[in-house]
């Protein structure tokens, strides 16, 4: 069952515009949430991420939005940059004594158009 | 600063053929994790290892196994490849949960592997 869920496996937005990719997950023990950029061929990279005891976490061109009553959380990048074309996937954390285990939604790939 | 070190960064191999794929952590990391991206796929997560245990295990094929050992590197071994045993394989590690969790994982980057 997936944990985490993107339900836009898309976007495309105008250069400059803001691009907003979504994510919804299920467990309330998830108390850590990160976002990650994917090119082809490439590892995920880490690109911000947000604790449970925030709403709202900010690093440059790129804001996460947490509404913890609803369980969702929004990757906000403006402005939106050719470069930032890539897949996103976000990713959610329960805390373990027996290791860091996330768990990734299935990605949304992001076109932003010159 | 160190990175998450995988090799080879390519392999071809014959159908039936065994494969091992190593993953060497950033240093005092604990965990390691083996993700599995086929092609126009998403990654699928196959396996991790905690402190040289397995921790969790994903939709890791019966043909393939892993270890964690002593010093926290890791090796997936693949036997009787097949075709579809094609793809990118990516490994990652994280940190103690003491450490925290604002950095997730961080992932190598990549083998890929094609069996012919």
């Known amino acids: 069952d997936q944990q985490v869920k993107q339900n836009s496996p898309s976007l495309s937005v105008q250069e400059g515009r803001i691009s907003i990719l979504n994510c919804d997950y299920t467990?309330?023990?998830?108390?850590?949430f990160l976002w990650y950029k994917k090119y082809p061929a490439e590892g995920p990279t880490f690109l911000i991420s947000?604790?449970?005891?925030?709403d709202k976490n900010e690093d440059g061109r790129f804001t996460v939005f947490l509404n913890k009553s609803a369980k969702h959380l929004s990757l906000h990048i403006v402005p939106s940059q050719p470069g930032d074309s890539a897949v996103y996937f976000c990713?959610?954390?329960?805390?373990?004594?027996?290791?860091?285990?996330?768990?990734f939604g299935t990605g949304t790939s992001l076109t932003v158009i010159p | 600063a160190a990175g998450v070190i995988q090799s080879p960064r390519h392999l071809i191999k014959e159908k039936r053929e065994t494969a091992t794929l190593k993953c060497y952590p950033i240093?005092?990391?604990?965990?390691v994790y083996w993700y599995q991206q086929g092609p126009g796929q998403d990654p699928q997560f196959l396996i991790s290892?905690?402190?040289?245990?397995?921790?969790d295990k994903g939709s890791i094929p019966d043909r393939f196994s892993a270890q964690q050992f002593s010093d926290y590197h890791s090796e997936l071994n693949m036997s009787s490849l097949e075709l579809g045993d094609s793809a990118l394989y990516f490994c990652?590690?994280?940190?103690?949960?003491?450490?925290?969790?604002?950095?997730?994982?961080?992932f190598g980057s990549g083998t890929r592997l094609t069996v012919v």
């Open positions: 947000i604790s449970s005891i925030k």
């Open positions: 990713a959610a954390s329960a805390f373990s004594f027996t290791g860091n285990q996330f768990y």
């Open positions: 240093p005092r990391h604990d965990t």
């Open positions: 290892f905690y402190e040289k245990m397995q921790s």
């Open positions: 467990n309330s023990m998830f108390d850590y």
């Open positions: 990652a590690s994280s940190p103690p949960a003491w450490e925290g969790r604002a950095y997730g994982y961080t």
